[in-house]
């Protein structure tokens, strides 16, 4: 079996193959250099110098597994009929193959937007906190949760950091006004400084330039306005793909047998809301990684039970989610505690502050739940 990837959904998929498959070969090709590692700590604890610790798993949990990790490998094409991938000259062949590729986020198209920094991986992570160590000011585009979480987190690290964003108030057309102001609030406690209604209209040696005609000069740029579905594999080899992402089915099967796609990439039918649900989430894509890798196991084994995405009664197991720790713009922090029998993790944001009220999260999917403050994006 083979997973391209080694996020949340490849990581489930591996782990859930080889619970059902002892024997198989089982690889992960992966373009991450580190081993894998939890992303919402990326914009929080981790950017504030808090932690360091944001491994899921040692070297030896995928040793004691037999789960091949091929790092600094990016795949790129897929041969279908031949059932290979190609990664450069290399090639690896597939009885089933599982697409976790994510999304990737995009550089902001305005003059001088390659020069701002992004935030997706540990490394663009590390090089983001090694950045912030020699600078005393930054500017954040866009206030989506990871804008929001990192501009609160720079200027908890005592830099003086200003979030500029199109929305008078952060995502107010997703969240509503209530939410959108108690956001800004947030924001605006943890020390930054928040420009709504505006644009940039360059970014330069110096700093940006505003559409309402004001420059900031800063030493760093975050440019937190989005990302893109990592979908152009299977697109090129033709497999169905709707608004950028793999259309899959509740058992997460494209429409090519033996390969499925699961989390950020896909778009997977939901058996509860009878619909296919694009979902940028944590615990989704850990728990569409899990039925990925079961539903491939399942291949040509007769009566094994295969699990559906939202179906209430079939719960995906993982130990991609235990422990994994997250804290929100006002450094409330939320754990993903995976609670007894394969059930899904309840998440508690529970503030440090007492101003903060205690919220128990769900995910776009209605049926899970996340860490921190970071909500599915639409
Ligand atoms: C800073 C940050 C904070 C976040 N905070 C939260 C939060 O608090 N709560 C929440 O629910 N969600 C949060 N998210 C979103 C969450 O991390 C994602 O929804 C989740 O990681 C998606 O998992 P995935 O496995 O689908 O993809 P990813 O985690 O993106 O993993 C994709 C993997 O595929 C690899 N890859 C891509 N293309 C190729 C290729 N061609 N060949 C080989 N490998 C390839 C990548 O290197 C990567 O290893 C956050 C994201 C970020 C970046």
Redesign the pocket.
Known sequence: MIV???????VAAAESFREQNTSGRVRI????RDLPYA??P??KEYLRGQTDDVGLHPQRWFDDKTIELVHN????GLDLAERSVR?GDRRFRYDALIL????APVAPPMPGGARARL???LAD?AALREAAKDASTAVVIGAG??GC?AAASLALRGMSVTLVAPETLPQEARLGSAAAERLRELVIQAGARYVGGVAVEEINDVGLRLDNGVTIDCDLILAATGVTP?HR?AADAGLDVRDSRIVVDTHMSTSTKGVYA????ALARHAAAGRHLAI????D?TDQ?AIAGTSAAARGRRGMACQAFGAPSAKPRSSTTPGAT?TNAAGCSATLRASPCGTRPTTRLSASSPTMPTTTTTSASGLSQ?????RPMQ
């Open positions: 391209v990837g080694s996020g949340p959904a490849g090709l992966t373009t991450d992303r919402p990326l914009s490998t990016t795949v790129d990664a976790a590729c994510g999304a935030l997706r991986s992570a949760f990871i979480e990592q594999l699961a989390g950020d990439v940028e989430h944590w615990q894509a990684g997250a996340s860490g921190g403050l970071h």
